[in-house]
């Protein structure tokens, strides 16, 4: 990435815009906040341009609520691909299809329409913003396989390395921008 300071790793962009919070939500989690990330102008333009080469042959692009929708829906954007929001319990109407999970901190369940969009078949790349113990892209995953998608990778912007997140989701390939 090249800003007015010179080329610098996208990386070293993330880490720099990431403001770790202690004890959030609850105690004993390290909460990353992307908030300052999202925000700066060139800092997400190159997080979109590395997600988007990660997603460029998806036909869809599905976002975990709320963080991964919103990466999701830019890089939809840039690539001209659809988008799904992967949305929080209740948000939609129904019918819809359910998955609980597990995440780093506690169980959840996350909701896509039933049958109002045709999922089988399309190439769908799973976005978020950060792994964890992989309870959230892994209960993703599973929701999507249920409607015959074929979803072939999982793309965050970053990846806390030692909760084994991406062995939890293996074979799924998962591509990290930044690992903590
Ligand atoms: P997990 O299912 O444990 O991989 O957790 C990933 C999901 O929970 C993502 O949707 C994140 O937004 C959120 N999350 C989990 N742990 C953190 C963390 N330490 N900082 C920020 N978000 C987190």
Redo the contacts with the bound molecule.
């Keep these: 990435m090249t800003t007015a300071r010179g080329t610098v790793l996208v990386a070293d962009v993330i880490a720099s815009l990431t403001r770790d919070v202690a004890d959030f939500p609850t105690p004993g989690?390290?909460?990353?906040d992307l908030t300052p990330l999202f925000a700066d102008r060139e800092a997400m333009s190159a997080v979109i341009d590395a997600l988007a080469d990660v997603a460029a042959s998806a036909d869809l692009v599905a976002g975990?609520e709320s963080?991964?929708s919103l990466v999701a829906a830019a890089i939809a954007a840039r690539l001209g691909t659809g988008v799904l929001s992967i949305r929080k319990a209740g948000k939609l109407p129904p019918p819809v299809l359910s998955e609980n999970?597990t995440?780093?901190?506690g169980a959840a369940s996350m909701e896509i329409p039933a049958d109002s969009i045709e999922l089988a078949g399309r190439s769908v790349v799973i976005v978020?913003?950060?792994?964890?113990?992989?309870?959230?892209?892994g209960a993703a995953t599973r929701l999507l396989a249920r409607t015959g998608a074929d979803v072939t990778a999982a793309a965050v912007v970053v990846e806390?390395t030692g909760?084994g997140?991406r062995a939890a989701i293996a074979p799924l390939p998962v591509h990290s921008l930044s690992r903590a």
Aim: hydrophobic share 40%; charged share 25%.
């Design positions: 989690i390290q909460f990353k975990i963080r991964g999970y995440r780093e901190y978020d913003d950060v792994l964890a113990t992989g309870g959230t892209l806390l909760l997140g």
